[in-house]
């Protein structure tokens, strides 16, 4: 009989968790039997066990390109970890390794490695994440989400996949949405995220055109926790959440335009739902600059209009809306016309294909 049965890895952020549970529905049909390791206080625990998926917690350091301190002692935690977790694999005996980055992969990834299990890496950014990089050299196969990540991956090694969607982004209402916000007309809809701790420039911003946006649009904004300000709560057309997790299917749905930041599994949501967008990527000051790379792909696709941290304002994003709003049929059309199908399907046949039989 084959063995149906998959570690899953991956974490630090949501952003390395929520491709890897886009794939449980399908896998759990084809009657795998899924596992999870990931560290004992990460985001990745409590998202996973909402799953209700069996979880293995390792010990891991923090992989940085700057110095620190801890430059010197967690390189032991990533030891520690890489002996765990090939212990736990060894027990497991899985068929098969799904790796999505962050830090506590490495480790993993090593323990399959040592365990001669199959090992598929799923990479999301156009250039690879430290931890990635470290580990591809023991994969069997490295996922790309896109065209130009071939040329930083090993060719031989590396399938266009794209990224895999959670499908219930897809069942979502717009009358519930509608209802949840308390709109009471038809005007067009834009929502605005700033990623799950929201982001400051962004919500400053979209507060000062907020005016001259509620003329034509009424305006979901997703400001991250702690953000809320209370003074806006009475305005007609303008609903405000710190965060959205159960709704947030039904408000895309209702979305006519999406401003956001960059990362690599919002922007493929946005592509697959075919909703116009506004990107503001993370600037190269705080990050390593790939939310600039990924949007800047999708601008040359004409998938999204990009406006660069340092030339946001108020005059600069109500200037990018009206465009998008003039143009959203171009937009939807380019969108249409992405080879970027079927992301799941493709993941799904290459961990059949390469699992241990």
Same mark, same amino acid.
């Given at each position: 009989?084959?063995?149906?049965?998959?570690?899953?890895?991956?974490?630090?952020?949501?952003?390395?968790?929520?491709?890897?549970?886009?794939?449980?529905?399908?896998?759990?049909?084809?009657?795998?039997?899924?596992?999870?390791?990931?560290?004992?206080?990460?985001?990745?625990?409590?998202?996973?066990?909402?799953?209700?998926?069996?979880?293995?917690?390792?010990?891991?350091?923090?992989?940085? *390109?700057?110095?620190?301190?801890?430059?010197?002692?967690?390189?032991?935690?990533?030891?520690?970890?890489?002996?765990?977790?090939?212990?736990?694999?060894?027990?497991?005996?899985?068929?098969?390794?799904?790796?999505?980055?962050?830090?506590?992969?490495?480790?993993?990834?090593?323990?399959?490695?040592?365990?001669?299990?199959?090992?598929?890496?799923?990479?999301?950014?156009?250039?690879?994440?430290?931890?990635?990089?470290?580990?591809?050299?023991?994969?069997?196969?490295?996922?790309?989400?896109?065209?130009?990540?071939?040329?930083?991956?090993?060719?031989?090694?590396?399938?266009?996949?794209?990224?895999?969607?959670?499908?219930?982004?897809?069942?979502?209402?717009?009358?519930?949405?509608?209802?949840?916000?308390?709109?009471?007309?038809?005007?067009?809809?834009?929502?605005?995220?700033?990623?799950?701790?929201?982001?400051?420039?962004?919500?400053?911003?979209? *507060?000062?055109?907020?005016?001259?946006?509620?003329?034509?649009?009424?305006?979901?904004?997703?400001?991250?926790?702690?953000?809320?300000?209370?003074? !806006?709560?009475?305005?007609?057309?303008?609903?405000?959440?710190?965060?959205?997790?159960?709704?947030?299917?039904?408000?895309?749905?209702?979305?006519?335009?999406?401003?956001? *930041?960059?990362?690599?599994?919002?922007?493929?949501?946005?592509?697959?739902?075919?909703?116009?967008?506004?990107?503001?990527?993370?600037?190269?000051?705080?990050?390593?600059?790939?939310?600039?790379?990924?949007?800047?792909?999708?601008?040359?696709?004409?998938?999204?209009?990009?406006?660069?941290?340092?030339? !946001?304002?108020?005059?600069?994003? !109500?200037?990018?809306?009206?465009?998008?709003?003039?143009?959203?049929?171009?937009?939807?059309?380019?969108?249409?016309?992405?080879?970027? *199908?079927?992301?799941?399907?493709?993941?799904?046949?290459?961990?059949?294909?390469?699992?241990?039989?």
């Amino acid at each position: 009989m084959s063995n149906k049965k998959i570690i899953m890895t991956g974490g630090g952020t949501a952003g390395h968790v929520t491709p890897n549970i886009a794939l449980v529905p399908k896998l759990k049909e084809l009657g795998y039997e899924i596992q999870y390791i990931g560290t004992e206080h990460g985001i990745e625990r409590k998202l996973i066990e909402a799953e209700k998926i069996k979880y293995h917690s390792i010990s891991s350091g923090k992989l940085r *390109r700057y110095f620190d301190v801890k430059n010197f002692t967690d390189p032991f935690k990533v030891i520690k970890g890489v002996f765990e977790a090939k212990s736990i694999i060894k027990k497991e005996k899985p068929a098969i390794v799904f790796s999505k980055g962050g830090f506590v992969s490495v480790p993993v990834v090593l323990g399959a490695y040592f365990n001669k299990i199959p090992i598929i890496i799923h990479e999301s950014d156009i250039t690879p994440g430290l931890a990635n990089k470290i580990s591809m050299p023991y994969a069997t196969k490295i996922c790309v989400t896109f065209e130009e990540a071939m040329d930083h991956v090993n060719k031989k090694k590396a399938v266009l996949t794209g990224s895999p969607i959670r499908s219930e982004l897809f069942k979502g209402s717009k009358t519930k949405a509608k209802e949840f916000c308390k709109f009471k007309d038809d005007k067009p809809v834009i929502l605005v995220t700033g990623g799950s701790l929201g982001s400051r420039i962004i919500n400053e911003c979209v *507060r000062e055109a907020l005016q001259d946006l509620l003329k034509t649009f009424n305006v979901i904004h997703l400001c991250g926790k702690g953000n809320l300000d209370k003074s !806006l709560n009475v305005v007609e057309g303008y609903a405000q959440f710190d965060y959205i997790k159960e709704q947030l299917s039904d408000l895309m749905q209702l979305a006519d335009i999406v401003v956001s *930041r960059a990362g690599s599994n919002t922007i493929f949501e946005l592509l697959a739902l075919k909703k116009p967008n506004i990107l503001i990527p993370l600037s190269a000051k705080a990050s390593r600059g790939d939310q600039i790379l990924n949007a800047k792909s999708f601008n040359k696709s004409g998938y999204s209009k990009v406006i660069e941290e340092e030339n !946001l304002n108020a005059l600069t994003l !109500l200037e990018a809306i009206d465009e998008v709003n003039r143009d959203k049929e171009t937009y939807i059309k380019n969108m249409s016309k992405s080879k970027q *199908r079927d992301s799941l399907g493709k993941i799904i046949d290459l961990i059949e294909s390469c699992k241990r039989k």
